[in-house]
Structures are given as C-alpha cells and as structure tokens.
C-alpha cells in the first residue's frame, strides 16, 4: 500500500520549504551586501588611481620645470667659459649666444644651446646636466644639417661641442672620436676633456 500522508507531513514540507526560502533569501542577501561592498571598495580604488595619476602628472610637471631650470642653470655656467676654453685652442670667441632657433618648411625645427661665433667659425655647444651618447648622436645630426638651417654661417667653418656636468667616460671617448670639443666639470670650474693634440671636426 502507498504511504499515507497526514497533515503533520504537509505542515513538515511547508515549513521546510519555508526554511529553505528564508536561507536563499537570506544568502541572496548576503551576495547583494558583498557585492555592494566590491561595488564600493571599487569606487574607493577608481578615487585613489585617479589621485594617483593627478599626483604623478603634478611631479612629472614639477620634475620637467625643474629639469628646464636647471638647464637654464648649467647654460649660465657654460657660457661665459667657453671663451676662455676656446681660446686656449686658438678659437678667439667674438659672441656666445643662447638659445638660437631656426625652422624650415615641414615643421623641420633647430635649436641651438650656445652658439659661438668668430670671423670664420662657429662652435655649435648641446648643454646637458647629464650628457649620454643619444645626446652624441642627437648633435652630430644637428650639426649636419646647421648650414642648411642657417645659411648665412655657410662660409664659416663649423665645429662641435658638448658640455656637461655629469658624463661618464664612455660618452667623453664618444664625443671626442667623432671630433667634438667635451667641455666637464672640475672641481668649482670646467676644463676641455680634450688632450692638446686634438683636432675638431668640421662640418
């Protein structure tokens, strides 16, 4: 015979199904709490990236006004020295000049960090706090196409040079075989890196 079912085992079922009821509301409620909680320490994180990024585009600021100042800095002291060295190599220095700038056709742009002119040449100087053998390369190609920015030195003869108060021995052997003037710090004053027996190239 089939069991019988009473009415206690109706009330069991329905209070169990109850029960059951309750705890997946009650655990749904749960995962909605939890997930609110990810949802919020989500927003906290967005907040705290975007501070983050705000503060790094403030020290990258700060940092780039920093380096231009210092480069302005490392100029000042380049300058007034370079008459002085460039004499002792028998290159009497008329002018020094800051900052000169020229610009071609197609966005094409040149500029120089010191120019030092006499009546018949011209030294062109990259200042650099830290100078590194991109910095080399960079003003090789800058002194190749000098004459083409500034035609009216074309009848002079050009020369390089790279000044700076940090460079490591590599980048001064560099310099100097591709025949540039490598002007350093010694001490409270600059000095040539270059012996005496070095001859420049000229461009």
């Known amino acids: ?50 501070e983050t990024d705000r503060r790094i585009k403030e020290v990258n600021k700060q940092i780039g006004h920093l380096g231009g100042r210092l480069g302005e800095f490392v100029e000042g002291l380049v300058a007034p020295a370079c008459k002085t060295l460039f004499a002792q190599r028998g290159i009497p220095v008329h002018k020094v000049s800051r900052r000169m700038e020229a610009e071609l056709p197609g966005d094409r742009h040149m500029e120089i960090d010191l120019f030092v002119v006499n009546t018949d040449a011209t030294v062109l100087v990259e200042v650099k706090s830290k100078l590194t053998l991109d910095d080399v390369r960079d003003h090789m190609t800058r002194l190749e196409a000098f004459k083409e920015f500034f035609p009216e030195y074309a009848d002079k003869r050009t020369m390089g040079a790279v000044a700076a108060m940090v460079v490591e021995d590599q980048v001064i052997r560099f310099a100097i075989k591709n025949g540039l003037f490598v002007i350093m710090q010694a001490g409270e004053t600059l000095r040539l890196a270059n012996d005496e027996e070095f001859v420049p190239r000229e461009w």
């Open 1 to 50: 015979m089939p069991e019988t079912v009473t009415l206690e085992d109706v009330w069991k079922a329905f209070r169990e199904t109850d029960l059951q009821m309750k705890e997946t509301a009650r655990r749904q409620q749960e995962t909605d709490r939890q997930m609110q909680e990810t949802a919020r320490r989500q927003q906290e994180t967005d907040r705290q990236m975007q």
